[in-house]
């Protein structure tokens, strides 16, 4: 008596869902598939906007790398803060850095000559926050960023016949600025990005135009 009374009341109890189901599915012109791809679509919602909070994030390396550009413009701030930072996240390499200018005693070419000034992958040669510099492309392809004591942010933009191996070149505006501030040297470099064999000027112009970079624009 009591499974026929439990019986009962469950087939009552289905028939009632049944009808309220049928009620709101008239109502709204939702069905059971409509709510599981809902139930679906929520969860892979959470899951693109997780992705999307992982990709949009910058990475340690990139935040350093933006960190140590704002900070670099501040009183406070030495040299050794930044060595710190670059050590602890970027791969270096030793290296002889010299430095040259755009002028015939470094290309051969006089200010009258139609490519003068301009770098083998016909970037300006430029000295900004980001700076031109000639490398082996074989080393440190077209579009490599170091990080260089001393002298700052250069991007490979340029070869050298006379530079070869572990060797780069370092631009300058003038000859006097070569010897009083460079000479040579052999130091540790810091490769914060290795090139894909190409830059264009739309890209190095990007570089120091960079809202991050503005603040040494300031002044």
Same mark, same amino acid.
């Given at each position: 008596?009591?499974? +026929? ?40 919602? +959470? ?12 990475? %340690? +390396?990139?935040?350093? $790398? *933006? ?5 670099? *413009?501040?009183?406070? =701030? ?6 710190? $930072?670059?050590?602890?996240?970027? %791969? ?5 850095? #010299? ?7 470094? /290309? ?10 301009? /770098?083998?992958?016909?970037?300006? *040669? ?17 579009? #490599? @960023?170091?990080? @260089? ?12 016949? *006379? ?14 600025? $070569?010897?009083? &501030? ?6 540790? $470099?810091?490769? @914060?990005?290795?090139?894909?064999? =190409? @830059? #264009?000027?739309? &890209?190095? &112009? ?14």
């Amino acid at each position: 008596m009591k499974i +026929k009374t439990f019986l009962r009341r469950f087939a009552m109890l289905l028939l009632f869902f049944g009808a309220l189901y049928t009620t709101l599915g008239t109502i709204s012109n939702i069905t059971l598939n409509d709510i599981y791809m809902l139930s679906q679509h929520s969860n892979s919602g +959470k899951v693109i906007q997780d992705n999307e909070q992982k990709t949009t994030t910058s990475t %340690p +390396k990139e935040k350093n $790398v *933006a960190e140590m550009i704002r900070l670099s *413009a501040q009183d406070n =701030h030495s040299p050794e803060d930044t060595i710190r $930072v670059m050590e602890n996240n970027f %791969p270096k390499r030793r290296v002889v850095a #010299t430095g040259y200018t755009a002028g015939r005693e470094s /290309t051969g070419k006089s200010k009258d000559h139609p490519e003068y000034g301009i /770098t083998y992958s016909g970037v300006e *040669a430029s000295r900004d926050v980001y700076s031109t510099i000639a490398a082996d492309l074989n080393e440190f392809p077209l579009g #490599t @960023i170091l990080y @260089i004591p001393e002298y700052g942010y250069g991007v490979v933009a340029d070869k050298g016949s *006379a530079i070869k191996g572990n060797k780069i070149d370092l631009y300058y505006q003038t000859v006097d600025d $070569v010897y009083e &501030e460079w000479g040579k040297r052999e130091l540790d $470099v810091y490769i @914060i990005r290795m090139g894909e064999g =190409h @830059i #264009t000027s739309e &890209e190095f &112009e990007q570089l120091n135009n960079n809202d991050k970079l503005q603040v040494f624009n300031e002044d």
